[in-house]
């Protein structure tokens, strides 16, 4: 079965750094775009970055651009996302996702989330 | 960045009801629409993409339809474990944004 178990979340200040992991089994890793989106407080979903099934593109919202980066080690199975200057805005439920196979952009496998709440 | 408008933003209906929820694209985004499910405390779950393609194992009563800028999802016959929210995503490209939502509780 597919697996996403996400870690890292926290409380952190204003201006603050986090990284975030993911850790993916179940399926062969290296060979899927993987994401991650955001849900906040107010229950809306946010998408926040992507990467390619190698690790050479990634995108980025204007919202995080500059801020996030989206990473990976396809021999550990495992997804990063690491955040700086963070902002209260930020705050909220991240999931860990799998992008779905052909032109992809949906997300066909959810983890349980990790929660990050940005406050002084 | 594409706008997505849903409707209803909640819904009460009884088991064995049929209901329809649509979602609005602020420009053609062709059939690049993906919808999910989530439950009260969970992760959600994709339902539909491609517009009118079921995911694996979802259930026959759930169809979606539409192209362009308009899409509906419909659930025949709704079981107890279908209440819950509904998100719609368009994935056409980035930035892939989602509707807010819409709630679907037990009348």
């Known amino acids: 079965d597919v697996k996403l178990v996400e870690s890292g979340g926290g409380l952190v200040k204003p201006g603050g750094s986090l990284k975030l992991s993911c850790a993916a089994s179940?399926?062969?890793?290296?060979?899927?775009?993987m994401s991650w989106v955001r849900q906040t407080p107010e229950k809306r979903l946010e998408w926040v970055a992507t990467i390619s099934s190698g690790g050479s593109y990634t995108y980025y919202p204007d919202s995080v651009k500059g801020r996030f980066t989206i990473s990976r080690d396809n021999a550990k199975n495992t997804l990063y996302l690491q955040m700086s200057s963070l902002k209260s805005e930020d705050t909220a439920m991240y999931y860990c996702t799998r992008d779905g196979l052909g032109r992809g952009g949906y997300f066909d496998y959810w983890g349980q989330g990790t929660t990050l709440t940005v406050s002084s | 960045d594409i706008q997505m408008t849903q409707s209803p933003a909640s819904l009460s209906a009884s088991v064995g009801e049929t209901v329809t929820i649509t979602c609005r694209a602020s420009e053609n985004i062709y059939s690049y629409l993906a919808w999910y499910q989530q439950k009260q405390g969970k992760s959600p779950q994709l339902l539909v993409y491609n517009a009118k393609t079921l995911a694996e194992g979802v259930p026959s009563r759930f169809s979606g339809s539409g192209s362009g800028t308009q899409f509906s999802l419909k659930i025949n016959s709704l079981q107890p474990e279908d209440f819950g929210s509904y998100y719609c995503?368009?994935?056409?490209?980035?930035?892939?944004?989602f509707g807010g939502g819409t709630k679907l509780e037990i009348k």
């Open positions: 179940g399926f062969t890793f290296s060979s899927y775009t």
């Open positions: 995503q368009h994935h056409y490209g980035t930035p892939y944004t």
